[in-house]
């Protein structure tokens, strides 16, 4: 079965679908938080670059790195093909190398913070985004959480396009462990032109988080503290105040030592 980010230009179709106002925040954030055009922000497990792009024609200093050498050779070429520099290498969010005290602020958005299946090694990667943060620095992540309702929606899809590819994204919850809190996801992606169909279903885990368990885990670290909350919304104005239902947040971490 293929692992659907091994397909980077489908993911990259797929994941683009919508992304204004999640890119509109991110610059709005660090405008906010850290002021100053040339910043340096890390995104760990950067993908495609869906965001290092955007954001490096921006004018900000991005380093990113990931596990999938795949979407780190479709990075590469995009930024080649757009002019622009980013550091990127291969890398786990686990452990991974970086210079202490280096970045302005560093971002994680769309669950994949939730990849780290283990508490032990979200703390790690905390610790470890924490080491290359500059004092006071921010770092931003984005996830869905696990409501008190429990999950009502099991199915997303949405279709993306671009020139002559019309990418259909399926994303279905097809199995729950509380226990070993994680969540099993089948991704379909429907690949069409005008003369070929290929259909590519990709299955993984992720872990889940309630509200009460983020704030846990992110005070366990002693690195990070809450600053602020968003939703959906990623309206920069109206901060948020979650409850047990909320099955949304962008969570603003503050470095606090
Ligand atoms: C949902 S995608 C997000 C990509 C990018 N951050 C974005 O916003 O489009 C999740 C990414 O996490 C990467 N990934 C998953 N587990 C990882 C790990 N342990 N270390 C580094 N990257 C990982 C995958 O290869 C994939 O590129």
């Known amino acids: 079965m293929p692992n659907w980010y091994n397909l980077p230009t489908y993911y990259d179709i797929s994941f683009s679908h919508e992304m204004h106002e999640e890119l509109v925040f991110l610059k709005n954030v660090f405008k906010k938080y850290r002021a100053g055009n040339s910043l340096h922000l890390l995104e760990p497990a950067c993908g495609t670059g869906r965001l290092i792009v955007p954001l490096s024609r921006f004018g900000y200093q991005c380093t990113g790195f990931d596990i999938n050498n795949n979407a780190l050779n479709y990075l590469n070429e995009k930024l080649n ?7 990127l290498f291969h890398a786990d969010m686990v452990n991974f190398p970086i210079k202490p005290a280096k970045f302005d602020g560093a971002y994680c958005t769309v669950d994949t913070f939730r990849h780290l299946l283990s508490e032990k090694h979200a703390v790690q ?26 999950i009502t ?14 990418v259909k ?25 005008k003369t070929q169909s290929n259909q590519y279903e990709s299955v993984y885990k992720l872990r889940t988080y309630t509200l009460n368990e983020l704030y846990k ?20 104005s109206r901060p948020v105040v979650l409850d047990e239902k909320s099955d949304y947040g962008v969570f603003i971490l503050r470095k606090v030592k």
């Open 169 to 193: 994204t399926s994303m279905t919850l097809i199995g729950q462990d509380r226990k070993k809190r994680t969540e099993t996801l089948s991704v379909i992606l429907k690949a069409d032109t």
């Open 217 to 236: 885990l992110v005070s366990k670290t002693k690195v990070f503290e809450i600053e602020s909350i968003f939703d959906y919304d990623y309206d920069l």
């Open 81 to 87: 093909r757009n002019n622009l520099v980013a550091t």
């Open 153 to 166: 929606n099991k199915l997303s899809r949405w279709t993306s396009r671009r020139g002559q590819l019309t």
């Open 125 to 150: 990667h905390l610790k470890n985004v924490a080491k290359g943060l500059k004092k006071n620095a921010i770092y931003v992540i984005g996830l869905h959480l696990y409501p008190k309702q429990g």
